[in-house]
Protein backbone atom coordinates (compact mmCIF):
# COMPACT_ATOMS: atom_id res chain seq x y z
CA UNK A 1 0.00 0.00 0.00
CA UNK A 2 1.43 3.65 -0.66
CA UNK A 3 2.53 5.35 2.04
CA UNK A 4 2.73 2.98 4.14
CA UNK A 5 4.20 4.28 7.94
CA UNK A 6 6.97 2.71 10.05
CA UNK A 7 6.88 4.13 13.92
CA UNK A 8 10.55 3.76 15.78
CA UNK A 9 9.90 2.72 19.18
CA UNK A 10 12.52 3.22 21.35
CA UNK A 11 13.36 1.51 24.92
CA UNK A 12 15.55 2.22 27.09
CA UNK A 13 16.64 -0.44 29.70
CA UNK A 14 14.02 -2.59 28.36
CA UNK A 15 10.69 -0.09 28.95
CA UNK A 16 9.13 1.51 25.60
CA UNK A 17 9.53 5.44 25.59
CA UNK A 18 6.57 7.45 26.55
CA UNK A 19 7.57 9.64 23.77
CA UNK A 20 7.73 6.67 21.33
CA UNK A 21 3.45 6.11 22.04
CA UNK A 22 3.48 10.08 21.06
CA UNK A 23 5.22 8.80 17.89
CA UNK A 24 2.59 6.30 17.63
CA UNK A 25 -0.36 8.30 18.12
CA UNK A 26 0.22 10.88 15.70
CA UNK A 27 0.98 8.64 13.39
CA UNK A 28 -2.16 6.28 13.81
CA UNK A 29 -3.87 10.04 13.27
CA UNK A 30 -1.90 10.69 9.94
CA UNK A 31 -2.53 7.22 8.49
CA UNK A 32 -6.01 7.41 9.16
CA UNK A 33 -6.07 10.92 6.22
CA UNK A 34 -3.59 9.56 3.96
CA UNK A 35 -5.80 5.64 4.60
CA UNK A 36 -2.24 3.87 4.84
CA UNK A 37 -1.07 0.83 6.73
CA UNK A 38 1.11 1.71 9.98
CA UNK A 39 3.54 -0.75 11.90
CA UNK A 40 6.25 -0.24 14.48
CA UNK A 41 9.66 -1.12 14.93
CA UNK A 42 11.62 -1.55 18.32
CA UNK A 43 15.36 -2.42 18.77
CA UNK A 44 16.88 -4.34 21.95
CA UNK A 45 16.85 -7.33 23.46
CA UNK A 46 14.14 -8.21 26.20
CA UNK A 47 11.20 -5.93 26.45
CA UNK A 48 9.07 -5.51 28.70
CA UNK A 49 5.13 -5.14 27.98
CA UNK A 50 6.30 -4.60 24.01
CA UNK A 51 2.59 -6.02 23.28
CA UNK A 52 1.05 -2.78 25.00
CA UNK A 53 1.92 -0.87 22.19
CA UNK A 54 -1.46 -2.07 20.48
CA UNK A 55 -3.25 -0.17 23.10
CA UNK A 56 -2.43 2.60 21.05
CA UNK A 57 -3.41 1.09 17.91
CA UNK A 58 -0.33 -0.07 16.52
CA UNK A 59 -1.40 -3.16 15.45
CA UNK A 60 1.74 -4.99 13.96
CA UNK A 61 5.61 -4.39 15.44
CA UNK A 62 8.36 -5.44 14.29
CA UNK A 63 11.09 -6.62 17.09
CA UNK A 64 15.02 -6.91 16.01
CA UNK A 65 16.24 -8.83 19.09
CA UNK A 66 19.47 -9.73 20.56
CA UNK A 67 20.46 -8.73 24.21
CA UNK A 68 24.07 -6.46 22.81
CA UNK A 69 21.21 -4.39 21.18
CA UNK A 70 19.93 -3.91 24.76
CA UNK A 71 22.18 -0.44 24.37
CA UNK A 72 22.35 2.14 21.59
CA UNK A 73 24.89 0.99 18.68
CA UNK A 74 24.21 3.74 16.02
CA UNK A 75 26.27 1.45 13.16
CA UNK A 76 23.79 -1.71 14.26
CA UNK A 77 20.77 0.58 14.52
CA UNK A 78 21.35 2.05 11.68
CA UNK A 79 21.63 -1.43 9.72
CA UNK A 80 19.13 -3.29 11.46
CA UNK A 81 16.41 -0.77 10.65
CA UNK A 82 17.14 -0.07 7.05
CA UNK A 83 16.52 -3.95 6.79
CA UNK A 84 12.77 -3.57 8.57
CA UNK A 85 12.00 -0.41 6.13
CA UNK A 86 12.97 -2.64 3.53
CA UNK A 87 11.17 -5.44 4.46
CA UNK A 88 8.05 -3.38 5.30
CA UNK A 89 8.52 -1.37 2.48
CA UNK A 90 7.58 1.81 4.35
CA UNK A 91 7.75 4.99 2.57
CA UNK A 92 7.00 7.52 5.86
CA UNK A 93 9.56 6.77 8.90
CA UNK A 94 8.50 8.52 11.92
CA UNK A 95 10.94 8.84 14.95
CA UNK A 96 10.37 11.00 18.51
CA UNK A 97 12.91 13.95 18.64
CA UNK A 98 14.78 12.27 21.26
CA UNK A 99 18.79 11.97 21.73
CA UNK A 100 18.75 8.81 19.70
CA UNK A 101 16.10 9.73 17.08
CA UNK A 102 18.19 13.00 16.67
CA UNK A 103 20.89 11.03 15.85
CA UNK A 104 19.49 7.41 14.18
CA UNK A 105 17.22 9.32 11.68
CA UNK A 106 19.62 11.79 9.82
CA UNK A 107 21.39 8.27 9.20
CA UNK A 108 18.68 6.78 7.84
CA UNK A 109 17.77 9.58 5.74
CA UNK A 110 21.31 9.91 4.37
CA UNK A 111 21.28 6.20 3.78
CA UNK A 112 18.08 5.89 2.16
CA UNK A 113 18.49 9.52 0.30
CA UNK A 114 15.81 10.54 1.16
CA UNK A 115 13.77 13.95 2.68
CA UNK A 116 13.80 14.42 6.24
CA UNK A 117 12.01 16.98 8.43
CA UNK A 118 13.18 17.29 12.44
CA UNK A 119 11.00 18.59 15.51
CA UNK A 120 7.83 18.34 13.85
CA UNK A 121 5.35 20.04 16.51
CA UNK A 122 1.97 19.67 13.87
CA UNK A 123 1.20 17.97 10.66
CA UNK A 124 -1.59 17.66 8.45
CA UNK A 125 -2.37 15.93 5.41
CA UNK A 126 -3.45 18.18 2.15
CA UNK A 127 -4.06 16.42 -1.50
CA UNK A 128 -2.69 13.63 -0.05
CA UNK A 129 0.28 15.20 1.09
CA UNK A 130 2.45 15.36 4.16
CA UNK A 131 2.48 19.26 5.40
CA UNK A 132 4.79 19.42 8.69
CA UNK A 133 5.09 22.03 11.01
CA UNK A 134 8.47 22.71 12.57
CA UNK A 135 10.12 25.68 14.49
CA UNK A 136 13.12 27.87 13.00
CA UNK A 137 14.88 30.69 13.91
CA UNK A 138 15.09 29.80 17.40
CA UNK A 139 12.00 29.46 17.93
CA UNK A 140 10.57 32.94 17.06
CA UNK A 141 8.79 31.53 13.79
CA UNK A 142 6.98 28.21 12.64
CA UNK A 143 7.51 27.09 8.70
CA UNK A 144 5.52 24.56 7.15
CA UNK A 145 7.53 22.20 4.99
CA UNK A 146 6.49 19.34 2.13
CA UNK A 147 9.17 16.30 1.62
CA UNK A 148 9.44 16.02 -2.16
CA UNK A 149 11.47 12.19 -2.15
CA UNK A 150 9.61 9.46 -2.24
CA UNK A 151 10.97 7.60 1.01
CA UNK A 152 9.94 10.36 3.75
CA UNK A 153 11.29 10.76 7.77
CA UNK A 154 10.51 12.59 10.49
CA UNK A 155 10.99 12.96 13.50
CA UNK A 156 8.31 14.16 16.38
CA UNK A 157 8.99 16.92 19.37
CA UNK A 158 8.52 15.15 23.03
CA UNK A 159 5.06 16.01 25.24
CA UNK A 160 3.46 17.90 21.88
CA UNK A 161 1.62 15.02 20.58
CA UNK A 162 -0.64 13.43 23.25
CA UNK A 163 -0.32 9.23 23.87
CA UNK A 164 -3.55 7.99 23.60
CA UNK A 165 -4.93 4.31 24.48
CA UNK A 166 -7.73 3.15 22.04
CA UNK A 167 -8.46 -0.02 22.26
CA UNK A 168 -7.18 -3.07 24.74
CA UNK A 169 -5.88 -5.04 21.78
CA UNK A 170 -1.87 -5.82 22.38
CA UNK A 171 0.05 -5.61 19.33
CA UNK A 172 0.92 -9.17 16.51
CA UNK A 173 5.27 -9.07 17.32
CA UNK A 174 7.10 -10.63 14.84
CA UNK A 175 10.72 -11.28 15.89
CA UNK A 176 13.71 -10.69 13.66
CA UNK A 177 17.03 -11.87 14.74
CA UNK A 178 20.06 -10.35 13.26
CA UNK A 179 23.00 -11.79 12.04
CA UNK A 180 26.42 -10.40 12.13
CA UNK A 181 25.80 -7.28 14.43
CA UNK A 182 28.21 -3.97 13.18
CA UNK A 183 29.22 -3.18 16.78
CA UNK A 184 32.32 -0.31 16.20
CA UNK A 185 29.98 1.82 17.66
CA UNK A 186 27.80 1.51 20.87
CA UNK A 187 26.70 2.22 24.42
CA UNK A 188 28.78 0.36 26.65
CA UNK A 189 26.82 1.93 30.16
CA UNK A 190 24.22 4.47 30.75
CA UNK A 191 23.53 5.71 34.44
CA UNK A 192 20.60 7.06 35.22
CA UNK A 193 19.63 9.13 37.93
CA UNK A 194 17.07 6.65 40.12
CA UNK A 195 15.35 10.17 41.75
CA UNK A 196 15.72 12.69 39.09
CA UNK A 197 13.13 12.49 36.25
CA UNK A 198 14.20 13.26 32.55
CA UNK A 199 13.89 16.79 32.24
CA UNK A 200 13.39 16.06 28.09
CA UNK A 201 10.16 14.02 28.90
CA UNK A 202 8.65 15.18 32.12
CA UNK A 203 5.27 16.76 32.32
CA UNK A 204 6.41 19.68 34.69
CA UNK A 205 9.70 21.39 34.71
CA UNK A 206 10.67 23.36 37.27
CA UNK A 207 13.92 25.63 36.17
CA UNK A 208 16.37 28.07 37.36
CA UNK A 209 18.72 30.80 36.64
CA UNK A 210 21.24 33.14 37.37
CA UNK A 211 18.72 34.46 39.55
CA UNK A 212 19.10 31.63 41.84
CA UNK A 213 22.23 33.25 42.92
CA UNK A 214 24.30 30.59 44.33
CA UNK A 215 23.91 26.72 43.76
CA UNK A 216 23.26 26.20 47.18
CA UNK A 217 19.88 27.84 46.77
CA UNK A 218 18.80 25.35 44.05
CA UNK A 219 17.52 23.33 47.18
CA UNK A 220 14.48 25.22 46.93
CA UNK A 221 13.82 24.37 43.39
CA UNK A 222 14.08 21.04 44.40
CA UNK A 223 11.86 20.85 47.00
CA UNK A 224 9.43 23.11 44.55
CA UNK A 225 9.49 20.41 42.16
CA UNK A 226 9.31 17.47 44.49
CA UNK A 227 5.78 18.99 45.41
CA UNK A 228 5.27 19.03 42.29
CA UNK A 229 6.40 15.35 40.93
CA UNK A 230 8.71 18.07 38.90
CA UNK A 231 11.96 17.85 37.00
CA UNK A 232 14.38 20.31 37.82
CA UNK A 233 16.29 22.19 34.67
CA UNK A 234 18.49 24.84 34.81
CA UNK A 235 19.72 27.71 32.23
CA UNK A 236 23.34 27.59 30.65
CA UNK A 237 24.53 30.04 32.79
CA UNK A 238 23.69 27.93 35.46
CA UNK A 239 25.17 24.74 34.04
CA UNK A 240 28.74 26.82 32.59
CA UNK A 241 28.90 28.19 35.95
CA UNK A 242 29.05 24.02 37.63
CA UNK A 243 26.04 24.73 39.44
CA UNK A 244 23.76 22.03 37.60
CA UNK A 245 24.47 19.23 36.03
CA UNK A 246 24.19 19.41 31.67
CA UNK A 247 21.47 16.74 31.85
CA UNK A 248 19.27 19.33 33.58
CA UNK A 249 20.00 22.12 30.50
CA UNK A 250 16.91 23.83 28.61
CA UNK A 251 17.72 25.52 25.40
CA UNK A 252 19.32 25.80 22.10
CA UNK A 253 22.44 24.01 23.31
CA UNK A 254 20.77 21.78 26.03
CA UNK A 255 16.84 20.45 25.88
CA UNK A 256 14.18 20.85 24.12
CA UNK A 257 10.98 20.35 25.84
CA UNK A 258 7.74 20.89 25.85
CA UNK A 259 5.92 19.98 29.19
CA UNK A 260 2.77 21.16 29.85
CA UNK A 261 4.03 23.21 33.00
CA UNK A 262 6.90 25.32 33.23
CA UNK A 263 8.02 27.14 35.78
CA UNK A 264 11.21 29.53 35.52
CA UNK A 265 12.38 31.15 38.49
CA UNK A 266 15.59 33.79 38.19
CA UNK A 267 15.67 33.20 34.80
CA UNK A 268 15.77 36.21 32.35
CA UNK A 269 14.86 34.59 28.76
CA UNK A 270 17.73 35.07 26.95
CA UNK A 271 16.42 33.36 22.91
CA UNK A 272 18.71 30.60 23.65
CA UNK A 273 16.68 29.53 26.34
CA UNK A 274 13.34 30.37 24.82
CA UNK A 275 14.19 28.09 22.09
CA UNK A 276 14.10 25.31 24.30
CA UNK A 277 11.08 25.69 26.25
CA UNK A 278 8.59 27.88 24.53
CA UNK A 279 6.61 25.56 22.98
CA UNK A 280 5.63 24.35 26.82
CA UNK A 281 1.70 24.90 27.58
CA UNK A 282 1.70 26.80 30.10
CA UNK A 283 4.66 29.16 31.34
CA UNK A 284 4.88 30.81 34.91
CA UNK A 285 7.93 32.88 35.35
CA UNK A 286 9.42 34.91 38.59
CA UNK A 287 11.90 37.31 37.88
CA UNK A 288 12.59 40.63 39.68
CA UNK A 289 13.22 42.57 36.61
CA UNK A 290 9.79 43.77 34.93
CA UNK A 291 11.74 43.74 31.95
CA UNK A 292 12.88 40.57 31.65
CA UNK A 293 12.36 38.80 28.11
CA UNK A 294 10.97 35.75 29.80
CA UNK A 295 7.65 37.88 30.58
CA UNK A 296 7.18 38.18 26.86
CA UNK A 297 5.76 34.58 26.63
CA UNK A 298 4.80 33.69 29.67
CA UNK A 299 1.18 33.04 30.46
CA UNK A 300 1.49 33.63 34.52
CA UNK A 301 4.19 36.29 35.64
CA UNK A 302 5.52 37.47 39.19
CA UNK A 303 7.54 40.39 39.34
CA UNK A 304 9.68 39.74 42.69
CA UNK A 305 12.03 38.27 44.61
CA UNK A 306 12.74 34.03 44.09
CA UNK A 307 13.91 33.63 47.71
CA UNK A 308 10.40 35.08 49.03
CA UNK A 309 7.86 33.78 46.14
CA UNK A 310 9.68 30.60 45.91
CA UNK A 311 9.17 29.77 49.72
CA UNK A 312 5.83 30.97 49.69
CA UNK A 313 4.48 28.87 46.69
CA UNK A 314 6.12 25.96 48.86
CA UNK A 315 4.49 27.13 51.66
CA UNK A 316 0.77 27.43 50.05
CA UNK A 317 1.76 23.69 48.57
CA UNK A 318 2.39 22.06 51.76
CA UNK A 319 -0.65 22.65 52.79
CA UNK A 320 -2.64 21.93 49.87
CA UNK A 321 -1.06 18.33 50.57
CA UNK A 322 -1.85 18.50 54.24
CA UNK A 323 -5.56 19.10 53.39
CA UNK A 324 -5.47 16.45 50.95
CA UNK A 325 -4.21 13.99 52.99
CA UNK A 326 -6.62 15.47 56.17
Avoid at 121 to 148: F, H, M, Q, S
Amino acid sequence: MANKILVFLEQRQGQIKKSSYEAVSASIALSQNLNSEIEGVVIGGEVENVRLAGNYGLKKLYHIKNEQLENYSSSAYTDSLLEIINTADAQIIVFSSTSMGKDLAPRIAAKLDCGIVTDVTEWKVENGEIIATRPVYAGKALTDVKVKSEKKIFTLRPNVFKAEKISEQEAEIEVKNPGDLNLKTRVVDIKKSDTKLDVAEADIIVSGGRGMKAPENFKLIEELADLLGAATGASRAVVDAGWRPHSEQVGQTGKTVSPTLYIALGISGAIQHLAGMRSSKYIVAVNKDKDAPIFQIADYGIVGDVFEIVPAMIEELKKLRTIEHG
